[in-house]
């Protein structure tokens, strides 16, 4: 008999036991958590808590929620302030883009122009009924019948008579604006400056007058053989 209530007394005694672990009337746990860190109680241990411990336990949870909330807040902030940032640098890299596209659009044709004229020829060949206008005119020459005079003063030495050329002869066609000039035979400043492909301008011999003053002393008074600066500005002027 004696035995019989022992056992009843123990069974009732583990049964009070759990239930107040269940209920949370139990003594608690000695382990502590730090939420900050990210440490949580299972759902185990937290059945253990004490009272006073769950109301801690959650108060930590809650400050920790509501922690994290600002910090969600403020980083939605900062990624709303980046997305605005980010717009600002892609309306800037779109306009960027587009004057790149102009301006290597520019270079593409200036490139173009510069291989047209590099491709064209420096030398022509006289065929029979050619004269130095026609020549002139051809548009991979100078394609100006007026400009034929360039052509007889840089073949000089060959041609005597500008209106007398002969089939087979390889006349020189200059491409380039002159920086120097060698002066010929009834040349002067101004005939000189009146050359299109120098000045076309007879008015501006005084440029290559002050360019040239250590060599001339009286600009009515050149001589054949002198070799000249042309001065040159923008647009090879």
Not at 24 to 39: F, P, Q, R
Not at 100 to 123: N, W
Request: glycine share 10%.
């Amino acid at each position: 008999m004696m035995l019989g209530k022992t056992f009843r007394t123990l069974l009732g005694g583990a049964t009070l036991v759990g239930l107040m672990a269940l209920t949370g009337c139990g003594g608690g746990l000695s382990k502590t958590v730090d939420v900050t860190n990210g440490e949580y109680y299972t759902e185990e241990e937290f059945k253990k808590l004490s009272k006073d411990q769950r109301d801690a336990y959650c108060a930590s949870l809650d400050a920790e929620l509501a922690s994290l909330g600002a910090a969600a807040g403020d980083a939605q902030g900062r990624a709303g302030q980046a997305q605005g940032q980010l717009g600002d640098i892609q309306t800037e890299v779109r306009n960027l883009q587009s004057r790149y596209d102009a301006a290597k659009g520019d270079v593409d044709r200036v490139q173009g122009d510069v291989d047209y004229f590099e491709g064209l020829p420096k030398t022509h060949t006289v065929v029979n009924g050619e004269f130095l206008q026609k020549i002139s005119g051809y548009d991979t020459i100078y394609a100006d019948p007026a400009k034929w005079p360039r052509i007889y003063r840089a073949n000089k030495d060959k041609i005597s008579d500008p209106n007398l050329i002969y089939p087979n002869w390889v006349l020189n066609i200059p491409r380039d604006w002159p920086s120097a000039w060698t002066v010929q035979q009834d040349e002067y400043l101004s005939k000189i400056a009146r050359y299109w492909e120098v000045y076309g301008d007879s008015t501006q011999w005084t440029k290559i007058y002050e360019a040239n003053k250590g060599k001339i002393s009286d600009p009515d008074m050149i001589w054949p053989g002198w070799e000249l600066t042309i001065p040159r500005g923008a647009g090879g002027l």
